[in-house]
């Protein structure tokens, strides 16, 4: 819609406060700039990541509008953007700089500027992509902020995708599923000689199962307390499943069952299960800290076992994936039968959002996409 200062007008829903639900209210989306993409959003994903930063356990300025796995049609596009036109099929992911040392070198994940480009509430020089009445209202997150019917991306973190999948279904692409598929393919480059290990079975987990079974990985063990997650992952390959809460102690437990393994992955964000993940690997394993945690979160561990065994902890942020090149590769393994992360997604309505956001916190739903037709 556009309003009659020739300004695009939309609906968006807003986080004021990290105890109020968020409000559906409308805003005007700024003028593009020159690499820049203005799309009506179709659908989004619901991260975790959304979760915490409503909560400020990751702090982000508010009022905000959050998103940050948006789908939709490009509607117009700044006049130095190649390769995307009006009407087009994008996916949103996360935005990066493409100058610094990180980014060309292909690993965008670790921009340099990446705070300033994802979480800071606006463009890295401070300007916003969304107004409300006049005044500035914190938008941009991940370079997108998709709880919205219409946003602004940048086009180095939009990615053209084909027009024969929904774009409700490829939503999600865009940072859970792409986080956790990549953290085992692209970050550990997992291979079938490998073992295991996936502390939680949300969406970035069950992603990693998928591309674990996908590369042949034996055994693969999956640690989640909610009895359907763990059915969904027996389902999805999983040779092993635990509740952690059913058992008196983790580690015992694993070693019991594999003797250790080569990988673990944290996808809890808890400090305490990652020194769990530490104790499980075999000499030389790897364990993977993934998922996000409050900023202050320290965890301590015994610098001599680490040295003798060889064990390594490494951070991973968006499972090390250059988005315009990963997503169409998960895309093309979904189109084979080889990586059906559609099993994972629960679709509501835009308007709906809080209530998708309590089946998510609530463990009831993997990852809940809402779909925009429901306020356009």
Same mark, same amino acid.
């Given at each position: 819609?556009?309003?009659?200062?020739?300004?695009?007008?939309?609906?968006?829903?807003?986080?004021?406060?990290?105890?109020?639900?968020?409000?559906?209210?409308?805003?005007?989306?700024?003028?593009?700039?020159?690499?820049?993409?203005?799309?009506?959003?179709?659908?989004?994903?619901?991260?975790?990541?959304?979760?915490?930063?409503?909560?400020?356990?990751?702090?982000?300025?508010?009022?905000?509008?959050?998103?940050?796995?948006?789908?939709?049609?490009?509607?117009?596009?700044?006049?130095?953007?190649?390769?995307?036109?009006?009407?087009? $099929?994008?996916?949103?992911?996360?935005?990066?700089?493409?100058?610094?040392?990180?980014?060309? $070198?292909?690993?965008?994940?670790?921009?340099?500027?990446?705070?300033?480009?994802?979480?800071?509430?606006?463009?890295?020089?401070?300007?916003?992509?969304?107004?409300?009445?006049?005044?500035?209202?914190?938008?941009?997150?991940?370079?997108?902020?998709?709880?919205?019917?219409?946003?602004?991306?940048?086009?180095?973190?939009?990615?053209?995708? +084909?027009?024969?999948?929904?774009?409700?279904?490829?939503?999600?692409?865009?940072?859970?599923?792409?986080?956790?598929?990549?953290?085992? /393919?692209?970050?550990?480059?997992?291979?079938?000689?490998?073992?295991?290990?996936?502390?939680?079975?949300?969406?970035?987990?069950?992603?990693?199962?998928?591309?674990?079974?996908?590369?042949?990985?034996?055994?693969?063990?999956?640690?989640?307390?909610?009895? $359907? #997650? #763990?059915?969904?992952?027996?389902?999805?390959?999983?040779?092993?499943?635990? &509740?952690?809460?059913?058992?008196?102690?983790?580690?015992?437990?694993?070693?019991?069952?594999?003797?250790?393994?080569?990988?673990? /992955?944290? @996808?809890?964000?808890?400090?305490?299960?990652?020194?769990?993940?530490? &104790?499980?690997?075999?000499?030389?394993?790897?364990?993977?800290?993934?998922?996000?945690?409050?900023?202050?979160?320290?965890?301590?561990?015994? =610098?001599?076992?680490?040295?003798?065994?060889?064990?390594?902890?490494?951070? =991973?942020?968006?499972? &090390? +994936?250059?988005?315009?090149?990963?997503?169409?590769?998960?895309?093309?393994?979904?189109?084979?039968?080889?990586?059906?992360?559609?099993?994972?997604?629960?679709?509501?309505?835009?308007?709906? /959002?809080?209530?998708?956001?309590?089946?998510?916190? +609530?463990?009831?739903?993997?990852?809940?996409?809402?779909? @925009?037709?429901?306020?356009?």
């Amino acid at each position: 819609m556009i309003s009659k200062n020739n300004k695009y007008e939309a609906t968006a829903a807003i986080a004021r406060g990290s105890s109020e639900p968020l409000t559906f209210e409308k805003i005007t989306l700024q003028p593009l700039r020159e690499d820049e993409v203005l799309i009506k959003i179709v659908a989004s994903g619901l991260c975790h990541t959304d979760f915490v930063c409503m909560q400020q356990i990751l702090p982000v300025p508010m009022p905000i509008v959050l998103g940050h796995e948006g789908a939709g049609v490009i509607v117009e596009t700044g006049r130095a953007v190649k390769g995307l036109s009006p009407g087009d $099929h994008v996916v949103l992911s996360f935005n990066s700089c493409g100058e610094c040392p990180s980014c060309e $070198h292909e690993l965008p994940s670790y921009c340099y500027n990446f705070m300033a480009n994802n979480f800071s509430g606006g463009r890295s020089d401070g300007s916003g992509t969304m107004e409300q009445n006049g005044e500035q209202v914190n938008a941009n997150f991940f370079g997108q902020s998709s709880f919205a019917t219409m946003a602004i991306a940048n086009v180095r973190n939009t990615v053209k995708v +084909s027009k024969d999948l929904p774009l409700e279904m490829l939503a999600p692409l865009g940072c859970g599923i792409q986080t956790g598929a990549g953290t085992v /393919l692209n970050s550990l480059s997992v291979t079938d000689a490998n073992s295991i290990a996936i502390f939680g079975g949300g969406a970035v987990g069950l992603s990693a199962l998928m591309a674990a079974k996908l590369v042949g990985a034996s055994p693969i063990l999956v640690i989640e307390p909610f009895h $359907h #997650r #763990r059915v969904l992952a027996l389902e999805l390959g999983a040779d092993y499943v635990i &509740d952690p809460f059913s058992v008196e102690n983790i580690v015992e437990e694993i070693k019991n069952i594999v003797g250790g393994v080569d990988f673990s /992955l944290e @996808m809890t964000g808890f400090p305490e299960v990652v020194k769990q993940c530490i &104790d499980i690997l075999k000499p030389l394993g790897t364990c993977a800290l993934v998922g996000a945690a409050p900023a202050d979160a320290e965890v301590n561990i015994n =610098i001599m076992e680490m040295l003798s065994t060889g064990k390594k902890i490494v951070g =991973i942020v968006e499972g &090390d +994936s250059d988005p315009k090149v990963f997503i169409p590769q998960l895309i093309k393994y979904y189109n084979e039968g080889r990586f059906p992360f559609n099993r994972l997604i629960d679709y509501f309505p835009f308007n709906a /959002l809080n209530e998708a956001v309590k089946a998510q916190v +609530s463990g009831q739903s993997i990852k809940p996409v809402v779909h @925009m037709e429901y306020l356009l």
